[in-house]
């Protein structure tokens, strides 16, 4: 291959073989984060798994939607990892707030509650205690 000077002062790379029939490479680097992905994931159970539990379902299905939007990266597209850790938080959520949310609602339509909170017939210090020391001297 004989390399002339171009009329624009072009100078091509000798080094460098050009076809035309073959499609550049270039070396593509994903850039979701299969860490925050898993995180999610594992997240995604316990909030599912312990969503009776109050204070460990909440922060842990939060945890599992914000890790699995972070593992996108500036791609267009969610892993399956990190779809799996979305989905699972929010079910987890949305069982802990509508389990949360029955119980309210019962204890506040349950007639026979009202009335013992508005009489002040629930269990006093007193009686507990007497009820303890029972079971206590029981077992010794």
Do not use: W
Request: aromatic letters at 10%.
């Amino acid at each position: 291959m004989d390399f002339q000077p171009q009329p624009n002062g072009y100078q091509p790379n000798p080094n460098y073989s050009y076809n035309m029939n073959q499609a550049p490479q270039r070396n593509y680097m994903d850039k979701r984060s299969t860490g925050l992905a898993t995180a999610s994931i594992a997240l995604g159970i316990v909030s599912t798994v312990t969503f009776c539990c109050l204070y460990a379902a909440l922060p842990c299905g939060a945890l599992a939607i914000i890790l699995g939007l972070l593992s996108r990266g500036g791609e267009m597209t969610f892993s399956t990892t990190g779809k799996i850790g979305i989905v699972l938080g929010i079910i987890g959520l949305v069982l802990t707030i509508a389990l949360y949310t029955f119980v309210i609602v019962m204890m506040f339509t349950n007639a026979d509650f009202i009335n013992q909170m508005s009489n002040g017939n629930t269990a006093d210090y007193n009686e507990l205690m007497r009820q303890f020391n029972e079971m206590n001297q029981m077992y010794q």
